[in-house]
Structures are given as C-alpha cells and as structure tokens.
C-alpha cells in the first residue's frame, strides 16, 4: 500500500510538473520548420528559448503554418499534401491528415472554424473543419478552359472568404464561405499569364497576383470587385534583358509600409517601391542579389530582405523613410526566412546552412541569441492568428 | 490507508480538472471592466462565454488595460491609482500596488518588461518592473513653469520608448527607457494649451495631442523629432459657437483607415476626417451626438462611434469607402466601449445600464450574443499584447 501510494504520489507529481510547464501564454510562442527532418521546434520569444519538438510532419521543404484564433494550435502546410495540426502548448501532433497531392499553402478563415488548403495536384481548394480536420468542402480548379488548374496564392480575407489564384486558367477566384454547404465562387476571367503567388494588403483590401507568364501584376479591389482586374506596373520587366531566375520570390513577403509596397523585383537586383494610393510604381532600390522576402518590420520603418541563392548569406535592411540600405548582415549560407517580433523589437532569421536561427536587435542590428534548429526555414510567431491574409 | 488514497484520488482530479481548463491558448481571450464593483470578467470570443473573475481592484470607473507580451498577464491601470496585475489563465490578481494618488493611464514597452503609469498626483510618471511590479524608474514630471503637472496620454513606441503629455505645462515629453537605470527624456515644450489626452498611430510614427485650452491638435513626427511639434487643424472649433461638452472623447479611440483618420469631435454632432498624409481635415461626417470613441474595424471598413449622456444609447457605424453613416444601432442606455474581435468579423459592446455585454457580426450586424457583466465598461481582448501604443 506504501508502494502504491509512493507511486501515485509520483504521478501526481510529473502530472503536476507537466501542466505548470504548459501553463503559459502563448502570445510570445512560435515554431520553426526544420525542412530537412519534416519536424519543428516550438518557441519562445521572451527569453529566446526552443521549448519542444514535434517530428513525423512528412516533407516540409516548403511548408507554412497558420494559426488557430485562441494561437494553441497551428496548422502547417506540407509540400507532400500533408495537413498537421500541432499543439504548441504540448508540443503534440493532434491530427495529420494527407489532404492533396501537393499542397504549397493555406489559410485560415476569419472566425477561425475553416482551414483551407490549395493544391497543384488535384489542382484546387480543399477546406477543413479546423477542429476536427474533417474535409468539408471541395472546389476544384476547372477554369475557363475545362482543366483542373494548380492553386496559388490563397489567403483568407475579411466576410468569412478566400481568395486565390489558378495558375494555368489565368483566373482568380474568391470563394465565400458564410455558408459551408454551398461555398458562393465569384470568378476573374482572363487575370494574365500565370499567375505564380498572390498577397493581400494587411487590411484585407487589394489581393495582388504575381504573373509569371507576362509583365506586371494583376490588382483586385476587393471593396470594390464590380470593377474587375486591374493590371498594375506594366512597364516593370518590359523591353529589360531578363536575368535567370534561381528562385521566385515570394508575394507574402511583400512590406506595406508609409503609403508605400516593397515588392522583390522577379529575377533582378532590386527592391520595387509601389505607390499603395495609385499602385503605380514610385522607385527601385538596388540591392545586393536577387530578392526573395521583402518584410517589414510591424512599425513600417524598416525592410528587411533576404536573397536567392548563390548569395543567400546575406540580409539587407532598408530604412522606408531614405529608401536606402542602411545595413547589410552577413548570417551566413542559406538564410531562409526571418520574422519579427510582433511589436517588432527583434527579429528571428532562419540560417539553414549554419542550422541555427538568429536573433537581432532591430535598432542596434545586434545579435542577441542564436538557436540550434535542424536546418531551419520558415518562422511563424503566434500573433499571425490575429492578422488578416497570413 | 484507503481513505488517505481516496483523498489523494480526489485531490488529484481536482488538480487535473483544474488544470486542464487552464491549458488553452489566450489569444482569443479578454477581459471586461465592471467599474462599479472594481472586478473584471475573463471572457473569451470563440464560444462568446465568461470563463471567470476577479474581484478587488479598487476604484475603476475609469481604467484601463495592458497586456504582457505572452497574453497571459493584464495589467490594469485604476483610478485610485492601483496597479494590478492579473494571470487570466486562472482568472487571478497576481499582485496590486497602489502606484500613485489618481492614474489615468498605463502602457506596457516594446520589450515587455516595463509598465508605465501617468498619474495626475504626483504629476508624473512611474514605471515599474513588468514582472515584479517593483518601481524601477520615476519621472516626475516638473515643467518649464517649474510646477508638477498631471500626465495624459501615455503611450509605448518603438525603440523602448514611452511618450506622454503634461496637461498643466502643455508639454509633450518623450522617455527612452533602454536604461531603465537612466531614462532619457526629450521635451518639447509650449506645444498648446492644456492637452488632455494623447494617441500614437497604429506604427507608432505620429504622436498627437488633444487640446482642451485652444483650437487644433498638436502633432510630434516620431521618426523626424528634430522638426518639432507642428499644430494641425487649427480651424477646427475657430470661431464657431461652442456646444457643451459632456463627455471629453477618448482620443485612443481614433480610427486610422484607409489613409485617414476619423476623430471624435470634441462637443460637437461630427466626426472629422483627416488626411493622415497631409494631417489636414478632409472632412466632416454629422452624426447622432457628442461622439466619445470612434473605432476603426481591423480592415479599416468600417468606423463604429458611441456617444456621450445622454444619448449614449446609440451605436453608428460608418463605411470608410463613402465617408456615410450606414447603420444605427440602439442596444441601450450606456453603450461605454467597443471592442472588435482581432480579425473583425464581430464587436463586443458595453451596455452598462442594461449590466450587459452584446456581441454582434459586424457584416450583417445582427446580435449574435449577450453576455451579464455587472456595469461593464472597458472592453480589452489579449490581441492589443501585440499592438504598438495600445
């Protein structure tokens, strides 16, 4: 009976241990893609520190999370179609489920109920009950030409919908999910060549599409759909001898900031400055490479942008109000990703070659800490659960 | 022995059933002032319930909340010049000090580790150890007239900073804390008559003072402090026939959107716009009566304004796009504050005379839910953790 009760003392006890190491906010919390080993670290942001791993995530080389409303729960998004809903408080996978045949996206609606995956293959949009994982509806990509179209460029924006882009149909759609049953697709016809990624404003106003197949990018007014795509910074590319383009930057990396987008110009050296009132271009900022995230830091003062390899050891920081490089830093190879703090103090930057993450002081451009993480890519801190189209 | 183990067993899963309704995530979690029984309600906004309260906090007919950077912790700001801090994982005070003799206002820094108060006697400000709540620093706040003044408008900015008003000296003075040990302050001095309230814009860049001694605003560039305080709308109020004011509007309460501002008049049926590029008024929206806050919906779509005794029974709403008032609501005498749900899709609302709080879709504007909250005034959801100046 002593035995019995030594033992129940100790469970008690690890039981005990286990729920105070849980209890805890999670606004300060994250987790990084180790895009090697299909696992994350789950982090924290006030003392820097990795407080769990969860492995078994399948092929993470080009993942993203969203996160659920209350931030506990984050839904990653696999290259292999893999759907993962993690628990940061636990460090626990709760669900996997294999969704589509390559995913490279999602989103998560504005009530935070619906979790929407886009596919290349089947070439659509799944959404999932975001508590149960449990598909609840399917829009497949069959475009104006009859043929199922690879999904980019999803994001999840204000009145409960989605938006994205098809890229061989050269459409964009906006699926509106107030009623799950019998999802409302209002469709743009005739958008541009190959849309290639899309974005939209942190308002949730203008979804942008990157166009792979011809100059400039296709605008949609959101407030204003009526009117219909628009096609923006034409001349961007037009009549210049192109570069070769070893990696597509990304559209979510877009900085909004003063007025102002900060756009990675597709395959040059430099930084696009967008008139965000006429959306007509306003300047070009050379820099060191070829761009692939443009990120601004959350008070607008700053761009911080990272480059495509055979240069990616190198992060740049460009001061909005000069519009100059201010800074170059020089992590190392294979610097993947960064994200900010949410009020913006510091920074976190993935460098996968190193297989560690950084942390800079965004003033001092100091680095305060550095993390051991398995070839480390995409960053996603909690507080994206509370922005519009991340 | 077998009573003992009973006991244990009970203990047990008392502890665990505890503990189990802690573990969640705080992201999508609040709390609401009651402000005649100096209590607070914990609520949370996916399933619109009370999760629990607080009680004993003194005198907060007119408080105010922060968050700390993980969510998990509110501090709250009295009128008697308490500061408490509160864990609403567990819906419990942590700990309270009476900081000051009449506080109107507190704000947490970028880093998270420092909690200001401004206090209206002793004039100044005191800062304490976000943690701890020990005093670490203490401003007094002695203008050029050699007197202690009250202190308004207490904001936190980038780069470790706070920034407040004096109302007696018409100062505005700017306090870097990146040595707590010794806190720079910059003055700037006869910047208006009597400033009785201040706010930042959502960046953090522009720092604006309310005048209740003259006509215009006074306006600090953040980014360009060497240029000094600039009046703007000077004409507002000249030369017209002053209306009485019942109720001083909130200026936290400005709506930033879509490049302009929308600001509770102050005694008068209008909302101003102004240009926030140019800071000159671009604008006058009439509504139903003295306005007191004027909130911008996360998208910046739309602007929700209350109103001051006694027609504070109303609600309006205006979209942004038309610059007109699209809606009326009435859900009672005494609607004191307005809170939107991070991404917007629905607003909880004050309705101290009816001891309610009403939840309502901001789309379609129906009345989702209605919550007993015992006189509730301010409405403060974890979400502003991540906000600069709020």
């Given at each position: 009976m002593k035995h019995t009760l030594t033992t129940i003392l100790l469970v008690l006890s690890f039981l005990l241990t286990g729920c105070g190491a849980s209890?805890?906010?999670?606004?300060?919390m994250g987790l990084v893609i180790e895009r090697a080993s299909g696992s994350i670290k789950v982090v924290e942001?006030?003392?820097?520190t990795i407080l769990g791993s969860v492995k078994?995530?399948?092929?993470?080389?080009h993942a993203s999370a969203v996160y659920s409303r209350d931030g506990r729960y984050a839904y990653l998004f696999g290259r292999d179609g893999g759907l993962s809903k993690i628990d940061i408080l636990t460090s626990t996978l709760v669900k996997r489920v294999i969704q589509g045949g390559n995913s490279i996206g999602g989103a998560i609606s504005q009530d935070g109920r619906l979790v929407a995956v886009s596919n290349y293959s089947p070439g659509g949009v799944r959404v999932f009950d975001?508590?149960?994982?449990?598909?609840v509806a399917d829009i497949p990509a069959v475009g104006e030409d009859g043929e199922l179209s690879k999904v980019v460029g999803l994001v999840d924006v204000p009145g409960q919908k989605f938006v994205f882009s098809l890229f061989d149909a050269g459409e964009i759609w906006i699926a509106d999910m107030s009623n799950v049953a019998a999802p409302k697709i209002t469709k743009f016809k005739e958008i541009g060549e190959k849309p290639y990624d899309g974005l939209v404003t942190p308002d949730g106003r203008f979804y942008i599409a990157g166009l792979f197949g011809e100059d400039g990018l296709a605008l949609l007014d959101l407030w204003n759909t009526e009117k219909g795509v628009k096609k923006i910074l034409t001349n961007y590319g037009k009549g210049e001898k192109k570069l070769p383009v070893y990696k597509m930057p990304h559209l979510e990396g877009w900085a909004i900031a003063g007025g102002m987008a900060f756009l990675p110009a597709v395959g040059r050296h430099e930084i696009l400055v967008v008139d965000t009132n006429t959306w007509e271009e306003k300047g070009r900022i050379p820099v060191h490479?070829?761009?692939?995230f443009a990120m601004g830091r959350p008070d607008g003062r700053q761009v911080w942008v990272n480059f495509a390899f055979p240069k990616n050891d190198t992060l740049q920081i460009i001061d909005v109000q000069t519009l100059q490089v201010v800074k170059t830093l020089k992590p190392?190879?294979?610097v993947m990703h960064m994200e900010f703090t949410p009020r913006g103090e510091h920074v976190w930057v993935s460098v996968r070659d190193l297989d560690r993450v950084e942390v800079y002081n965004t003033d001092s451009f100091e680095r305060l800490s550095a993390l051991t993480v398995e070839k480390p890519s995409g960053i996603f801190f909690t507080s994206r659960a509370h922005k519009i189209g991340l």
């Open positions: 209890l805890r906010g999670v606004g300060d942001t006030t003392n820097k078994g995530l399948g092929d993470l080389s975001a508590t149960t994982l449990e598909l490479s070829q761009p692939v190392g190879n294979g």
